[in-house]
C-alpha cells in the first residue's frame, strides 16, 4: 500500500492532483485507521495513464467515464464507443502537429540560408 506522498513521488503528479483525480472517480483509495489515504500499487499505473489522457487532451470528464473499465476489467459498447472516439481526435491532432512540424522546419531552413555570420 502507498501513501499519498509516495505515490505523488512515484508518478510525478502532485498531491492536489491526486486529491483532484480521487475526487473525480478517477482514482481508489482505501482509509488507514488514522484517516490517511492509501493506495494499491497498480495505483502508479493508473495516474500514469491519467496523465497520458490528459497530455493527449482528454477531458477529465471524458477520463472519468472510461475510468471504471480500467477497474472492473469490463468494457461496454459506450465505452469502447468514447475510447475508438478519442483515438479518431487524437489521429486528427498527431496529423496537424505533423504538418505544422514540417512548417516549421521549413521556417527553419529559410531562417538558416538568412543567417548572419
Not at 34 to 52: M, N, P
Not at 89 to 113: C, F, G, P, Y
Request: net charge positive; proline share 2%.
Amino acid at each position: 500500500m502507498l501513501r499519498i506522498g509516495e505515490l505523488a513521488e512515484r508518478t510525478g503528479a502532485s498531491v492536489r492532483s491526486l486529491r483532484y483525480y480521487e475526487e473525480q472517480g478517477m482514482l481508489l483509495s482505501s482509509r488507514t485507521s488514522g484517516g490517511h489515504r492509501t493506495y494499491d500499487e497498480d495505483a502508479v499505473d493508473r495516474v500514469r495513464l491519467i496523465q497520458v489522457l490528459f497530455a493527449a487532451g482528454v477531458t477529465s470528464r471524458n477520463v472519468v467515464q472510461l475510468m471504471p473499465c480500467l477497474y472492473s476489467g469490463t468494457t461496454t459498447p459506450a465505452m469502447l464507443e468514447r475510447l475508438r472516439a478519442e483515438r479518431a481526435r487524437i489521429d486528427v491532432q498527431a496529423r496537424q502537429l505533423v504538418a505544422t512540424r514540417k512548417r516549421l522546419d521549413a521556417v527553419i531552413v529559410e531562417a538558416d540560408k538568412r543567417r548572419v555570420g
